[in-house]
């Protein structure tokens, strides 16, 4: 298992287009959380799956956010009509709930909104 | 339980112990961590500490957690110029988990 994988690494959009983020989290791993991260701070909570079953989200995903995981395994998240303050390091993460402590993170995907 | 607070930097030098401190409020996390960003990159596992333990050690790294005092520390023996990084501090519990703003390390030759 090569850990959580997240396409693309890096995207670059004008304002007003949409995108979308996919992650792979690690095999058998039923919880898959969205982080967003900007420069200088942690990750912020976005929104988490228990296997295909969106159970949170933040308030700081707006109606322009969307994300699923339709059959339990990867998941996208979809950006429509971008600003440029969606700019940011978009994480993505799983965890295997009978081994509760360990949450993996995927190297991220960096969107840039000119 | 959503505040996690760190210090913003703290500079070492290669072969002295680093020490970097954590605060959280949720008296109800099950878990601490710590997790290691290079640059451009995702957050590495270091470690993690369930809320009943006062101490946990891995090779270079010890963490202690004073529960009383909602205090979490990482220690990082022999600290290496490859240990030059962001550590974030995150609790969590059964669903959720809020990190710091991180501490950036930087270690001096």
């Known amino acids: 298992d090569t850990g959580v994988s997240q396409n693309p690494r890096h995207k670059i959009t004008k304002r007003g287009q949409n995108v979308t983020f996919r992650c792979d989290p690690i095999?058998?791993?039923?919880?898959l959380y969205w982080y967003r991260q900007t420069l200088g701070q942690g990750p912020e909570f976005l929104t988490y799956f228990q296997n295909e079953a969106q159970l949170e989200k933040s308030r700081l995903l707006s109606d322009r956010f969307s994300a699923e995981r339709p059959k339990g395994s990867f998941s996208t998240l979809e950006i429509q009509r971008t600003e440029q303050g969606d700019s940011a390091m978009y994480l993505c993460?799983?965890?295997?709930?009978?081994?509760?402590?360990?949450?993996?993170f995927g190297e991220g995907s960096r969107l840039t909104v000119l | 339980g959503e505040d996690v607070e760190q210090s913003l930097f703290l500079s070492v030098r290669e072969g002295d112990s680093s020490v970097i401190n954590c605060t959280y409020t949720d008296s109800s996390s099950t878990y601490l961590y710590w997790y290691k960003q290079e640059p451009g990159a995702g957050l590495q596992l270091l470690t993690y500490i369930f809320s009943n333990m006062d101490m946990k050690q891995d090779q270079r790294l010890t963490v202690l957690l004073n529960k009383k005092d909602k205090h979490l520390s990482l220690r990082i023996a022999d600290t290496q110029t490859g240990d030059s990084a962001i550590y974030f501090c995150a609790e969590g519990a059964f669903n959720k988990f809020y990190f710091g703003s991180g501490t950036k390390l930087n270690v001096k030759p």
């Open positions: 993460a799983s965890i295997l709930d009978r081994v509760a402590g360990e949450l993996f």
């Open positions: 095999s058998e791993h039923n919880r």
